[in-house]
């Protein structure tokens, strides 16, 4: 099946600092999303790519749907201590009837130190 | 408005009992989707109800089923449980079944097989 490889799996940083992670996958996706989610609490959506090249920003967060299709980069510009979670890639190749049936990386677990 | 319900939030079941989880979706919500995350194999994709119908599901052995009813609640049920059943299982619904943007994750039911 569909793989996606998100790297890094974890990072520690310091307050202020930017982060950059990233999802590859060895198959094309038509959407790539990303994701957080905090302890006890589902995900929550932070961005949606739909096109290959699409740059796309919501506050501090900015997130790239790769050329190729195989990839996508979210970056955290100056981090805050409330920036901690996990943050997820997720990519949709198929509808076949359902939007909802997407490939999620492992994660990120994001820890930020005050 | 409240948000997606889920219950129980926790439980225990022992190897080959069966279980039923409920989904409560926000008010006017028609598309139900379930998921199944894990340390291991991460967030994947069980399947999407929306109308009482089930638009697609992911690749999980039969043991592994749903429904929803006219108010678009929905249940899932894995019979014959196995220990690696034991995971956070996520619901989240949507308006109109088509948009990421709409989609709201539940807090999850931990389900723990001994």
């Known amino acids: 099946g569909q793989q996606l490889n998100q790297s890094p799996q974890s990072m520690f940083i310091q307050e202020g600092e930017d982060v950059s992670m990233n999802c590859t996958s060895s198959?094309?996706?038509?959407?790539w999303l990303w994701y957080k989610q905090d302890p006890g609490e589902g995900p929550v959506l932070l961005i949606a790519?739909?096109?290959?090249?699409e740059l796309t920003s919501n506050g501090r967060l900015t997130a790239q749907f790769g050329i190729t299709r195989k990839d996508s980069f979210l970056n955290i510009s100056a981090s805050i201590p409330s920036d901690v979670g996990i943050y997820f890639c997720?990519?949709?190749?198929?509808?076949?009837?359902?939007?909802?049936?997407?490939?999620f990386g492992k994660g990120t677990l994001l820890t930020v130190n005050p | 408005k409240a948000g997606v319900t889920q219950t129980p939030r926790y439980l225990i079941k022992t190897r080959g009992q069966q279980v039923t989880l409920s989904c409560s979706p926000i008010?006017?919500?028609?598309?139900v989707s379930w998921y199944q995350q894990t340390p291991g194999q991460g967030l994947q994709f069980l399947f999407e109800y929306f109308s009482e119908t089930q638009r697609n599901k992911g690749n999980f052995p039969g043991r592994f089923s749903g429904r929803q009813f006219s108010n678009s609640r929905s249940e899932m049920n894995v019979s014959t449980l196995e220990l690696g059943d034991s995971a956070l299982y996520l619901c989240?619904?949507?308006?109109?079944?088509?948009?990421?943007?709409?989609?709201?994750f539940g807090p999850g039911t931990r389900l723990t097989v001994l």
């Open positions: 790519l739909y096109k290959a090249g």
């Open positions: 989240a619904s949507s308006l109109t079944g088509y948009s990421y943007n709409e989609q709201f």
């Open positions: 198959s094309i996706f038509n959407t």
């Open positions: 008010s006017g919500h028609r598309s």
């Open positions: 997720a990519g949709q190749s198929d509808s076949g009837g359902s939007n909802y049936k997407l490939t």
